[in-house]
């Protein structure tokens, strides 16, 4: 998943105040650079994971390999250990062979036909992700609900045991994406209480690509059964009806869902010198989506960290504090690896002196976010100072949702989102376009310098980052962002407020 912004965006440092900070230890810094910018195995790590064991999905046996990858390479990375750390999915979900053809009558042009011509073609479709199984239906009525506001459901009339089809923007921004995953909620509970029979969403990549998504955000099962039209097919019915051509459609969804799988989040460590009970963590997840193989999305900064941890052996260097180099499994579910680790690990949560996370491919790395909190500011610039260089300069103060930072910024624990230019991410996200060949790797050997620097530094500092927020301090800053908003769009404002999501007190 990735990296999806709160509705306001706070606090954006100029390049200009960094310019004045000199950075906190900048021999250290340039140590690890160096050390990092070297040749290294992260292009046949990469490419192991990618182009050999493919697309991973927990319960897998894809996945159980990348796991073992996992291992393997921090052990020949120098790590000091290395363990995996077990969770469990509430439920199991593949599936089969998703089906769709569609038919109506065509236009007769030709007065001294006897027959109304017949449309009929097959839609290139894939199941939404973790949506349940539809027995095969025949000739079900489409009905185009445009982007699926209230009105235009109002408009549809009647969808009782209809298939809605639902339009979209192609995908050019971060914010488009944010876009995409809050339409769908209100979307489906409009299908849901019309009594429709599936929905249809048209994809936002062109040229046929399939990508997959999923709207099921805590691992569970969703409402409705939902296909993934190819953008060309979707527009293709929508001009059908719009011309006045009823369209009704086949559709069968044989997806397997199953009970509840085992999966992992595999950890290494290098031990603080001083204060080996703290830890700095520096994670990426390693699960991704099936389609295509999982290279952007996120193999290549699950490769990231294991470069890093190479990275800061090989300088020679020993942090004050432990760093814990976490690759994360189930993220594309709804999070759930950081999750299990950050619920697992509440107790020691108050030693933890700060997560960072890189989930955006590899596209140019612009800055972190500090998910709400400015108290860290001062540090955090003085620690990106030695990565102008690369062009890190900006510090935003944005709460996020969609990675593996946002269960420990709940629990109060500072946290860094690497934020990243768009690049060729968003075309290629979660989609069967999704391969090795996409990778930047001259940029990504600078995300590892980056991030080896970063997370060096942080577990160097004389004292923490900053304190473990309160749960009434978590609040108040999602009150300044206004994360409250993003929060209720994707139905976990009901978990904080109970207590079931985030720090306790
Ligand atoms: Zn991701």
Request: charged share 25%; hydrophobic share 40%.
């Amino acid at each position: 998943m990735r990296n999806l912004r709160s509705v306001c965006l706070c606090s954006i440092l100029s390049a200009i105040c960094l310019a004045a900070t000199p950075p906190a230890d900048s021999d250290d810094a340039a140590r690890i650079i160096q050390a990092a910018l070297q040749p290294s195995p992260i292009q046949s790590n990469l490419r192991q994971l990618t182009d050999e064991i493919g697309g991973r999905i927990p319960g897998t046996p894809a996945m159980q390999r990348a796991m073992d990858w996992g291992v393997h390479m921090f052990k020949a990375a120098g790590a000091d250990s290395v363990r995996a750390e077990l969770f469990t999915i509430p439920q199991s979900w593949a599936e089969g062979a998703t089906e769709m053809t569609v038919s109506a009558t065509g236009t007769a042009f030709d007065p001294r036909l006897t027959q109304i011509p017949k449309v009929d073609f097959r839609v290139r479709c894939v199941s939404i992700a973790w949506a349940p199984a539809l027995a095969p239906v025949r000739h079900v009525p489409v009905v185009d609900v445009g982007n699926g506001s209230v009105e235009e459901f109002k408009k549809a009339g009647d969808i009782s045991g209809k298939i809605v089809l639902v339009h979209s923007v192609v995908l050019k921004t971060w914010d488009d994406l944010f876009a995409e995953y809050t339409n769908a909620p209100p979307v489906i509970s409009a299908a849901v209480s019309g009594k429709a029979k599936a929905v249809a969403f048209i994809a936002t990549r062109e040229h046929d690509i399939l990508y997959r998504h999923t709207n099921s955000f805590a691992g569970e099962i969703d409402r409705l059964p939902q296909v993934l039209l190819a953008r060309e097919d979707g527009e293709r019915i929508g001009r059908l009806l719009a011309s006045g051509h009823p369209v009704w459609a086949d559709l069968n969804i044989p997806n397997q869902v199953g009970g509840p799988i085992k999966t992992a989040n595999v950890i290494a460590e290098i031990k603080g010198s001083e204060k080996p009970e703290e830890f700095v963590i520096l994670g990426a997840h390693l699960d991704s989506w099936e389609l295509g193989t999982g290279a952007l999305d996120n193999g290549c900064n699950a490769a990231l960290v294991v470069d890093a941890l190479r990275a800061i052996k090989a300088s020679g260097l020993k942090p004050r504090r432990s760093i814990r180099f976490i690759l994360f499994s189930g993220e594309e579910e709804g999070l759930l690896g950081s999750r299990a680790y950050s619920t697992a690990h509440r107790p020691e949560l108050d030693k933890a002196a700060g997560v960072i996370i890189y989930d955006s491919g590899t596209g140019k790395t612009t800055g972190f976010s500090t998910g709400g909190r400015k108290d860290v500011l001062d540090a955090a610039k003085s620690i990106i100072a030695p990565l102008r260089q690369f062009g890190v300069t900006e510090l935003k103060t944005d709460m996020e949702w969609g990675t593996d930072h946002f269960d420990f910024m709940l629990e109060g624990v500072p946290t860094f989102v690497a934020d990243q230019e768009e690049a060729n991410y968003l075309v290629n996200y979660h989609a069967v376009s999704d391969t090795y060949d996409k990778v930047d790797f001259a940029q990504l050997k600078k995300d590892v310098a980056e991030a080896a620097e970063f997370s060096f530094a942080l577990a160097n500092l004389p004292e923490k980052i900053g304190p473990r927020f309160t749960r009434s301090q978590i609040e108040e800053s999602m009150r300044e962002t206004h994360s409250d908003e993003m929060f209720k769009a994707f139905g976990l404002w009901d978990a904080w407020e109970s207590g079931n999501l985030g720090r306790q007190k």
